[in-house]
T-cell receptor
Framework: DAGVIQSPRHEVTEMGQEVTLRCKPI?????LFWYRQTMMRGLELLIY????????DSGMPEDRFSAKMPNASFSTLKIQPSEPRDSAVYFC???????????FGSGTRLTVV | KQEVTQIPAALSVPEGENLVLNCSFTDSAIYNLQWFRQDPGKGLTSLLL?????REQTSGRLNASLDKSSGRSTLYIAASQPGDSATYLC???????????FGKGTMLLVSP
């Protein structure tokens, strides 16, 4: 298995533009997580899906952020409109069970100028 | 709300030293505690997972311990090598929460 695959690896965009981050979890994993990592706040959970259903989105900063999981092999995190304070590394992770055996993707480094 | 603290934030040691990284958490009602490694520009790699009923786990030169009652865990690295240089993160899975809560990590540099 190729692991959790995220794209793009790097994204530079102008303030106000829409940004879409993509994630392909490991086949057979039923839980998917989106995290954001910054120097100030460390790793923060944004949203958690179980069997493609959003379970906990309390970490999503505001309405500008949205996430979808249309099927078991694909998820997106969208920011519209983007702001400079959204600059961070965004990680996707999947697990076979919610509390065990996390596998992280390599992350998307987002820079909003 | 669960808080996870890692001390020290950064550590620099010469090759060959044994070292200990510390993790503390505020809520002892945990399912498990996990240690991860993060290399610069990369994702997180799981190193060790300790279930709440366990006291320690070992993998090669790594040994992680868990004391639930005091809310503490340590990661012991024996005979450190330059290849161990990375950021080490501690995370706990708490009863009633959806997912892991992470500390901010300890950045380790092992010099030859």
């Amino acid at each position: 298995d190729a692991g959790v695959i995220q794209s793009p690896r790097h994204e530079v965009t102008e303030m106000g533009q829409e940004v879409t981050l993509r994630c392909k979890p490991i086949s057979g994993h039923n839980s998917l997580f989106w995290y954001r990592q910054t120097m100030m706040r460390g790793l923060e959970l944004l949203i958690y899906f179980n069997n493609n259903v959003p379970i906990d989105d309390s970490g999503m900063p505001e309405d500008r952020f949205s996430a979808k999981m249309p099927n078991a092999s694909f998820s997106t995190l969208k920011i519209q409109p983007s702001e400079p304070r959204d600059s961070a590394v965004y990680f996707c992770a999947s697990s076979l069970r919610g509390n065990y055996g996390y596998t992280f993707g390599s992350g998307t480094r987002l820079t909003v100028v | 709300k669960q808080e996870v603290t890692q001390i020290p934030a950064a550590l620099s040691v010469p090759e060959g030293e044994n070292l200990v990284l510390n993790c503390s958490f505020t809520d002892s009602a945990i399912y498990n505690l996990q240690w991860f490694r993060q290399d610069p520009g990369k994702g997180l790699t799981s190193l060790l997972l300790i279930q709440s009923s366990q006291r320690e786990q070992t993998s090669g030169r790594l040994n992680a311990s868990l004391d639930k009652s005091s809310g503490r865990s340590t990661l012991y690295i024996a005979a450190s090598q330059p290849g161990d240089s990375a950021t080490y993160l501690c995370a706990v899975y708490v009863v009633g929460y959806s997912t892991l809560t992470f500390g901010k990590g300890t950045m380790l540099l092992v010099s030859p």
